[in-house]
């Protein structure tokens, strides 16, 4: 009976019931453990939406990894705080800030005193601009409703971003595993850029 059931369930709906909570949970990772990459994993996740014949499943890719990159930012910046106040401090933070050159702390201090909101949209935009961003809004005791009001908005922003570099890639490839390769193969790029830019400006 239970083989029977499953197997007239379409392949798409199997993959809606697991590909979206999969999705959400290793976005939220994502944001806590910076070393999953969130982009390429919502850029893969928009390419096989492009493929379905459900009309909103890019749209529902969209609106999962805004939600959970938010919901694991405002979870990682609540950590940060408790260890701010903490006399021991936290390991999370301890680990946040070692992973963070000094001047480029310092960088980012200064434009978040500069400009908060945008500073906190490009921050997410930008790979690995997103900790070194945060610490400074931690080291600057900035209020959980601010960080909030400038979060939501990054969040969207970045989930666009990546979505819509898996509907190209969808777009530009027949089959949805040729339209992962793309896209993945471009946010890894993207990834490697900033740090490929640094060395060669400082080698």
Known sequence: MIPELLGQVPPESTQTAVGYPSLFLLVVLGSLVPVVPTGALVSSAAVVAFHQTAPFAPAMVFAVAALAAFLGDISLYGLGRRGMRSRTGSRRLKSLREGVAPDRL????????????????????????????????????????????????????????????????????????????????????????????????HG
């Open 106 to 201: 310092a960088q980012a201090q200064r434009k978040l005193r500069e400009h908060e909101v945008p500073v906190l949209v490009v921050s997410r935009l930008i790979p690995a601009g997103r900790i070194p961003v945060m610490l400074a809004c931690l080291l600057g005791s900035m209020p959980l409703r601010r960080f909030v009001r400038g979060d939501a908005p990054a969040c969207v922003a970045w989930a666009a971003t990546y979505g819509l570099i898996g509907i190209l890639g969808g777009s530009l490839f027949s089959k949805p595993w040729q339209g992962v390769v793309a896209a993945v193969a471009l946010t890894l790029l993207i990834s490697a850029t900033p740090t490929v830019w640094r060395r060669l400006r």
